[in-house]
């Protein structure tokens, strides 16, 4: 089953609009990650952020984490058509065999137009 | 720095068969994990192997099985296939456990 889970669901915008993308999840977590998908493709890691941070910057990418709500938010400004992908957030589920497996919400998928 | 390779990129069997999907992580990552990606499903976990040891398992059946070598580079096995074993089969490789690199994936289509 999975912990994280994005919305929106899918999100249309154009050229140099922000897009922003939350995820919410269940149990109390150590890390949360993005990734980013391209049609059919593997995932591109994009940024990790520990539980005890309540945000980090990567180029245009801004990622909020809010503990207490139990949810995580990117935010990526002025979008390019590039950046037409899937987006997924991965927690880092339960400990279990001396490691953590990333569990992956269902994605938000993105459409920039130019 | 090579990535994570992932062969077959795709593959089509015929139900009841078997198939052996390959993975050769970066050199130096001895976490290997498998997920499979399904649009009705997600990304579900299938399982992850650490020196030639399996780790972890997903909620998959036995028909599903996998192995590490001692290079670290993973197989995973499905047996007796069914339609709904049609997948994109992603492979990710870690140092330590936390940031997963992913490779292209099989896409798996069963006829």
């Known amino acids: 089953s999975q912990q994280g889970e994005e919305d929106p669901q899918a999100l249309s915008i154009q050229e140099g609009e922000n897009a922003t993308m939350n995820c919410s999840y269940k149990?109390?977590?150590?890390?949360l990650q993005w990734y980013r998908q391209n049609s059919g493709r593997g995932l591109v890691h994009l940024i990790l952020?520990?539980?005890?941070?309540r945000e980090k910057h990567s180029g245009r990418l801004r990622v909020t984490l809010d503990t207490s709500k139990k949810s995580s938010s990117l935010l990526i400004t002025a979008s390019r058509a590039a950046d037409t992908a899937s987006y997924f957030c991965a927690t880092d589920g339960l400990p279990s065999g001396g490691s953590y497996i990333p569990t992956f919400g269902r994605g938000t998928s993105l459409i920039v137009h130019p | 720095k090579a990535g994570v390779t992932q062969t077959p990129r795709y593959l089509i069997k015929t139900r009841g068969q078997q198939v052996t999907l390959s993975c050769s992580p970066i050199s130096g990552h001895r976490s290997v994990s498998w997920y499979q990606q399904t649009p009705g499903q997600g990304l579900q976990f299938l399982f992850e192997y650490f020196s030639e040891t399996q780790r972890n398992k997903g909620n998959f059946p036995g028909r599903f099985s996998g192995r590490q070598f001692s290079n670290s580079r993973s197989e995973m096995n499905v047996s007796t296939l069914e339609l709904g074993d049609s997948a994109l089969y992603l492979c990710?490789?870690?140092?330590?456990?936390?940031?997963?690199?992913f490779g292209q994936g099989t896409r798996l289509t069963v006829v």
């Open positions: 990710a490789s870690s140092l330590v456990g936390v940031e997963a690199f």
């Open positions: 952020i520990r539980s005890n941070e």
């Open positions: 149990t109390s977590i150590n890390n």
